[in-house]
């Protein structure tokens, strides 16, 4: 009888690990490719007024058909208060216009170009103004989007994000 139960057990062992041996690879290259994770990327530059203007998009690696959003962020860094001119819909809402270019490099999406600044703000040191805007992009490719803040004088342009929509 002993001699039964020492194979009978090694039986029972190697069925129950028998699935998680299935999962391995072997000698093939194992699973296919994985999409890239897809994460946040940002962009900030110091204007010649001391405001740092900041572009942030929310994926930097996205499905074809969907959106992403662009976040538009000027901060006063300063020790001394900032007046500014903002949109006329609302003094905490910077003035920005955005442009994407898409895969070919043929321009894909422009923000409407904001109003005459009507209104004024003053950032006080840290005080930040912060607005966003939704895209939804189209077929496969690299797109690059560049934000122009027309509350500057001049107008400041912040470099170049991209996005890979796949």
Do not use: H, W
Request: hydrophobic share 35%.
């Amino acid at each position: 009888m002993q001699s039964f139960r020492a194979p009978f057990a090694l039986c029972i062992l190697a069925l129950a690990t028998l699935p998680f041996l299935a999962g391995c690879g072997g000698g093939g290259g194992g699973g296919g490719p994985t999409d890239p994770i897809s994460t946040s990327a940002s962009i900030t530059r110091t204007a010649p007024n001391g405001l740092t203007a900041t572009l942030k998009e929310s994926a930097n690696s996205v499905s074809a058909g969907s959106s992403i959003t662009y976040t538009y962020t000027l901060t006063n860094n300063t020790a001394n208060p900032i007046t500014i001119s903002a949109s006329s819909a609302s003094p905490t809402r910077p003035t920005v216009t955005l442009g994407i270019n898409g895969p070919t490099g043929a321009l894909f999406y422009a923000s409407l170009p904001p109003p005459p600044p009507l209104v004024t703000a003053t950032l006080a040191p840290g005080q930040s103004l912060t607005s966003t805007e939704v895209v939804p992009l189209g077929g496969a490719g690299v797109y690059s989007a560049t934000a122009k803040f027309g509350d500057l004088t001049p107008v400041f342009s912040v470099g170049t994000l991209a996005v890979t929509v796949r």
